[in-house]
């Protein structure tokens, strides 16, 4: 039997459930151990005053940024992470 390729316009939960659990089963057994911290990065000036923020988390060693309040955050964070 050959494999196929298929694209759904719709968005069923079930689906989307079946294809997550395979997706974490298959992770697991070849990936590095699921870790998952979350993060606060915030930029304060002299007096303690905060200036900007970025809110993440990391997940099998990537950083993910879910809220930022100002785009320039990101790349002082970039900047200090290399």
């Known amino acids: 039997m050959e494999d196929t390729f298929r694209?759904?316009?719709s968005?069923?939960?079930q689906d989307a459930k079946l294809l997550i659990r395979q997706l974490v089963a298959y992770n697991d057994a070849?990936?590095?151990k699921e870790e998952w911290k979350s993060l606060l990065f915030t930029l304060n000036d002299e007096n303690g005053v905060l200036k900007?923020?970025?809110k993440g988390h990391t997940h099998w060693q990537w950083l993910f940024i879910s809220q930022s309040?100002?785009?320039s955050m990101q790349s002082i964070i970039d900047q200090?992470?290399?």
């Open 80 to 82: 200090s992470a290399i």
């Open 30 to 32: 070849v990936g590095p």
């Open 7 to 9: 694209l759904d316009e």
């Open 52 to 54: 900007a923020g970025l």
């Open 69 to 71: 309040s100002r785009s």
């Open 11 to 13: 968005d069923e939960p």
